[in-house]
């Protein structure tokens, strides 16, 4: 054998023993339960279940500050405090439940949110006001009766996914924004390779400068507000957010630091981080830095209390499971027992999967109207 055959020999030989001790070496690794210790150690410092603290507005005050600065919405608070949001109006048509208005509102100076306002007609005094983020979709007007395919219709008729119908239809003025990274709001790399969303481009610069993208949709929801309480027939008192998959992860993280929404319905969102976006593959939008050093999910959900809290799931979904889903509620009930406000939350258990069920949702907002 020649000195370079024997030198190629040694490199297989090496190459052999390296691959063999790194096959025996990912076999020690166990990454489910290396995470799954992490999350039991991690800090929790607001974990209601555990720590059942004594005053519960100190609790809620002290929570509600530190989520909104690792959400970003502090920073926004700081440097937008004083913005009011500009309008203009694009078009409006009739449709057969109501009128429907397209919108393009600025939640920041250079943040030209696209709206659709829907409203019944013959409207006569102030109607509660009803905001519906959409999760991930191409379209993104589908929660407002609008259809581009036969898919759209499909999922409005298998997964009653117009919510901003079906909340006019109840008598309500309904404003369905674009979610910030989707529709016209998307990167001009994502626009052009038409990718249903730029919520990884928008949560890696989000990092960059202390911000997330669930701040700035929960940021949008806020300027919405400002906008329909100067410019809208809306009655401040009543104030719903509701929407599924990710407007359900807006809605619930909404209502846990905007104290002007009095019912917040996430559907197809709510459970326990640790048994939903921790173990099963979500869009990098579902993140947030450190807050399993706050809490989970039970905890963020907590804030809204004493306001309104109607979690709506489903049985069947994969991505959110129920039994998950379930832990989750029990631990919100607590909360609510603590603020002396039970009968303010109820969870609706659908029978099927990952979609919104309006079976339960407007009968609990009809008995909550103020």
Known sequence: MNTRHLFAALAIAVSSAVYAQQDELSQTFEWQNHFDRLYQESGMRYHFASQQPRKFSTWQKRFRTELKDIMGVSLLERRLGDFKPKAQFVNREEVDFGIRERWIIWTEPDVPLPCVILRPRNLSGKVPLVITPHGHSLNTELYAGVYLSAADTALVRDGERDIAVQAVKEGYIAIAPAARGFGPT???????????????????NDLLVGRTPIGDRVWDIMKLIDYALENLPVDGRN??????SGGGTATIFAGAVEPRITISAPAC????????????????????PGIMELGEMSDV?????????YPICGQKDEIFPINEARKA??????????????????????????RFYKAGIWNFVRAHLK
């Open 269 to 288: 969102a709510f459970c326990t981080m640790s048994g939903s976006i921790g173990t099963i593959i979500h869009c990098e939008c579902n993140y947030l």
């Open 301 to 309: 959900a907590g804030l809204t209390a004493p306001r309104c809290f």
């Open 329 to 354: 509620f029990a631990e919100v009930k607590q909360i609510y027992r603590k603020a002396g406000a039970e009968q303010n939350c109820e969870m609706y258990e659908g029978s099927g999967g990952h």
């Open 186 to 204: 998307r990167h001009p790399r994502e626009l052009s390779s038409n990718a249903t969303c730029s919520c990884r481009t928008l949560l890696v």
């Open 239 to 244: 104030i719903i957010v509701t929407g599924q």
